[in-house]
Protein backbone atom coordinates (compact mmCIF):
# COMPACT_ATOMS: atom_id res chain seq x y z
CA UNK A 1 0.00 0.00 0.00
CA UNK A 2 1.27 3.37 -1.14
CA UNK A 3 0.44 5.93 1.33
CA UNK A 4 1.62 9.50 -0.47
CA UNK A 5 1.87 8.18 -4.10
CA UNK A 6 3.43 11.63 -4.79
CA UNK A 7 7.02 10.34 -2.91
CA UNK A 8 6.71 11.84 -0.04
CA UNK A 9 10.15 12.62 2.35
CA UNK A 10 10.80 9.91 4.57
CA UNK A 11 9.03 11.52 8.05
CA UNK A 12 5.85 12.48 5.82
CA UNK A 13 4.94 8.46 4.72
CA UNK A 14 5.98 7.73 7.90
CA UNK A 15 3.57 9.96 9.38
CA UNK A 16 5.99 10.42 12.33
CA UNK A 17 3.79 7.82 14.49
CA UNK A 18 6.83 6.01 15.75
CA UNK A 19 7.86 5.68 19.02
CA UNK A 20 10.21 2.87 21.03
CA UNK A 21 7.38 0.56 20.94
CA UNK A 22 6.11 0.84 17.34
CA UNK A 23 9.63 1.30 15.67
CA UNK A 24 10.73 1.04 11.53
CA UNK A 25 13.75 -0.87 13.00
CA UNK A 26 13.54 -4.43 11.84
CA UNK A 27 10.86 -3.14 8.19
CA UNK A 28 12.04 -4.77 5.57
CA UNK A 29 13.34 -2.71 3.02
CA UNK A 30 11.69 -3.59 -0.63
CA UNK A 31 13.38 -2.85 -3.99
CA UNK A 32 11.33 -2.22 -7.42
CA UNK A 33 12.49 -5.83 -8.40
CA UNK A 34 11.08 -7.40 -5.12
CA UNK A 35 14.80 -8.09 -3.23
CA UNK A 36 14.76 -7.39 0.35
CA UNK A 37 16.83 -6.10 3.17
CA UNK A 38 16.28 -5.70 7.10
CA UNK A 39 16.36 -2.15 8.04
CA UNK A 40 18.77 -1.58 11.03
CA UNK A 41 19.50 1.98 11.92
CA UNK A 42 18.37 4.81 11.15
CA UNK A 43 21.32 7.42 10.82
CA UNK A 44 20.02 11.13 11.88
CA UNK A 45 20.99 14.66 10.78
CA UNK A 46 21.06 16.12 14.35
CA UNK A 47 21.15 20.25 12.97
CA UNK A 48 18.03 19.46 10.76
CA UNK A 49 16.15 16.66 12.98
CA UNK A 50 15.86 14.67 9.48
CA UNK A 51 16.72 11.39 8.92
CA UNK A 52 20.30 11.21 6.98
CA UNK A 53 20.57 7.58 6.15
CA UNK A 54 19.41 4.38 6.73
CA UNK A 55 21.29 1.85 7.31
CA UNK A 56 20.28 -1.68 5.79
CA UNK A 57 21.37 -4.97 6.18
CA UNK A 58 24.10 -6.06 3.66
CA UNK A 59 24.89 -9.64 5.08
CA UNK A 60 24.51 -11.25 1.60
CA UNK A 61 27.13 -9.58 -0.51
CA UNK A 62 29.04 -7.83 2.13
CA UNK A 63 29.34 -9.32 5.85
CA UNK A 64 29.36 -7.32 8.87
CA UNK A 65 28.60 -4.39 6.90
CA UNK A 66 25.55 -2.26 6.03
CA UNK A 67 24.67 -0.59 2.69
CA UNK A 68 23.74 3.37 3.20
CA UNK A 69 20.19 4.05 1.92
CA UNK A 70 19.24 7.42 0.99
CA UNK A 71 15.37 8.74 2.93
CA UNK A 72 14.48 10.12 -0.61
CA UNK A 73 14.87 6.20 -2.23
CA UNK A 74 11.71 5.77 -0.18
CA UNK A 75 8.38 5.41 -2.40
CA UNK A 76 6.47 4.44 0.39
CA UNK A 77 5.23 2.25 3.65
CA UNK A 78 3.43 -0.52 4.02
CA UNK A 79 2.86 -0.75 7.95
CA UNK A 80 0.93 -3.58 8.17
CA UNK A 81 3.56 -5.60 5.88
CA UNK A 82 6.39 -3.73 8.05
CA UNK A 83 7.70 -2.73 5.07
CA UNK A 84 9.37 0.24 3.42
CA UNK A 85 8.93 0.51 -0.68
CA UNK A 86 12.49 1.69 -2.07
CA UNK A 87 12.20 3.25 -5.82
CA UNK A 88 15.41 1.70 -6.78
CA UNK A 89 16.10 -1.95 -8.07
CA UNK A 90 18.72 -4.57 -6.16
CA UNK A 91 22.05 -3.40 -8.20
CA UNK A 92 21.64 -0.17 -6.97
CA UNK A 93 20.62 -1.27 -3.54
CA UNK A 94 23.86 -3.43 -3.68
CA UNK A 95 26.18 -0.71 -5.19
CA UNK A 96 25.39 1.96 -2.19
CA UNK A 97 28.02 2.70 -0.04
CA UNK A 98 28.94 0.37 2.95
CA UNK A 99 29.15 1.45 6.68
CA UNK A 100 31.57 -0.77 8.83
CA UNK A 101 31.29 -0.12 12.23
CA UNK A 102 32.84 3.41 13.24
CA UNK A 103 32.71 5.09 9.93
CA UNK A 104 32.82 8.61 9.52
CA UNK A 105 29.75 9.60 7.58
CA UNK A 106 30.82 13.35 7.83
CA UNK A 107 32.99 12.70 4.46
CA UNK A 108 29.75 11.65 3.01
CA UNK A 109 28.26 13.38 0.19
CA UNK A 110 24.90 12.69 0.21
CA UNK A 111 24.08 14.36 -3.40
CA UNK A 112 25.06 12.35 -6.31
CA UNK A 113 26.41 9.11 -4.91
CA UNK A 114 22.89 7.37 -5.05
CA UNK A 115 20.89 7.85 -8.47
CA UNK A 116 17.41 9.13 -8.26
CA UNK A 117 14.95 7.33 -7.52
Known sequence: ???????????????????AKNSPLGFKLRTID?????????ILDT???SVRFLAAEAD???????????PSSVAGVDEAGRELELA?????????????????????EEDGWLPPA
Open 1 to 19: MKLHPSRPNLSEAMDLRFD
Open 88 to 108: VDAETLRSSPLLTPGDDLDGL
Open 60 to 70: AWAPDRDVLVM
Open 47 to 49: ERW
Open 34 to 42: HTSAGLRDL
